[in-house]
């Protein structure tokens, strides 16, 4: 009889949600009950941990450890969801930022701030997602939250069809939302922004590039 692990860690793939990837693992864990600690948008990818089992009852131990990502941020661009997934509130032709103007305010973001989160977001009101709220058309505001970013490095730096990119790995504390950071770099450059991609390096000690890692 083969005895199934307590956890999986799982390197997300674009285009699915995160029930999706609970979705695919069933079919080759039919029986076992299953979790995971922290949801990742559809268009990020990265590590999840998935609990079997009694694992499913040990997952809130991992939702409060820090976490690293890698973003990509696209100047000039903003949209009311924080990603290219959503519909577009305000666009500007290319301005010209230096990049050691964006450096310097990359390195600004260290910290604790207090920022808006996405309506599109996860966080609850009245025991519903406010995706929920979003989606059905309702209006509510946006909430706020204490976000720390322990460490933001500035990786490559390129320009497409008019728009400035910039890649950031961010080590941030639980609660913390990359796409609202995103929006605030563009906030301190007096430009708009957004989260054009993203994916999720580590929860804690687990590695994406953990050789145990598996694809769904």
Request: charged share 25%; proline share 4%; net charge positive.
């Amino acid at each position: 009889m083969n005895v199934l692990p307590e956890f999986i860690l799982v390197d997300k793939p674009k285009g699915i949600t995160s029930f999706d990837v609970i979705r695919r693992l069933r079919r080759v864990y039919p029986d076992a009950k299953m979790g995971h600690a922290g949801t990742l948008d559809p268009r990020a990818t990265g590590l999840m941990i998935v609990g079997l089992n009694k694992g499913t009852k040990q997952l809130e131990k991992f939702l409060k450890l820090s976490k690293v990502y890698k973003a990509e941020i696209v100047f000039g661009l903003r949209t009311d969801t924080g990603d290219l997934d959503g519909n577009i509130l305000e666009e500007k032709e290319y301005i010209e930022i230096s990049n050691i103007e964006i450096a310097n305010k990359i390195l600004s973001l260290v910290g604790s701030h207090i920022l808006p989160v996405s309506i599109y977001s996860a966080i609850k009101k009245e025991g519903k997602p406010l995706y929920a709220y979003a989606r059905q058309g309702i209006a509510v505001n946006a909430p706020e939250r204490s976000m720390t970013v322990t460490s933001a490095v500035m990786g490559d730096i390129w320009e497409y069809n008019g728009k400035k990119y910039v890649q950031v790995t961010f080590d941030v504390t639980s609660g913390t939302y990359i796409r609202s950071l995103a929006e605030e770099l563009g906030r301190r450059l007096g430009v708009p922004a957004t989260l054009s991609e993203l994916r999720r390096l580590s929860i804690g000690e687990h590695q994406v590039d953990d050789p145990t890692i598996i694809t769904v």
